[in-house]
Nanobody, 130 residues
Framework: QVQLVESGGGLVHTGGSLRLSCAAS????????IAWFRQAPGKAREGISC????????HYSDSVKGRFTISKDKGNNTVHLQMNSLKPEDTAVYYC???????????????????????WGQGTQVTVSS
């Protein structure tokens, strides 16, 4: 069964850290560019990071650059998002996503757009208290 499953969310205080995981089953995650999005209540889904297949080149939105790090764990078929210096405005449901048409591709030039991706995980909640 083809799946993306996010985990690692939770409740942290401002300044804290969390590491999110996006585990794939039914396919090899490193063959595709993988993106992380987040969606806060009442807001549009926001692309925050992408990691290319192969060379693992990464991209970040301005809102998380310098605080979040995306990485691959090829042995476990998982992509992680290390989140440091968390702020209340980081509170959201976090999703990983990919486009199955983009085998062995780098992140799209517009990797931050929701419409680029056709397969999503179910999301994991991150809450940052002030």
């Amino acid at each position: 069964q083809v799946q993306l499953v996010e985990s690692g969310g939770g409740l942290v205080h401002t300044g804290g850290s969390l590491r999110l995981s996006c585990a794939a089953s039914g396919f090899t995650l490193d063959h595709y560019p993988i993106a992380w999005f987040r969606q806060a209540p009442g807001k549009a889904r926001e692309g925050i990071s992408c990691i290319s297949s192969g060379d693992g080149r990464s991209h970040y939105s301005d809102s998380v650059k310098g605080r979040f790090t995306i990485s691959k764990d090829k042995g476990n078929n998982t992509v992680h998002l290390q989140m440091n210096s968390l702020k209340p405005e980081d509170t959201a449901v976090y999703y990983c996503a990919l486009d199955f048409d983009e085998v062995w591709a780098r992140c799209d030039n517009e990797w931050y757009l929701r419409l680029v991706y056709d397969f999503w995980g179910q999301g994991t909640q991150v809450t940052v208290s002030s």
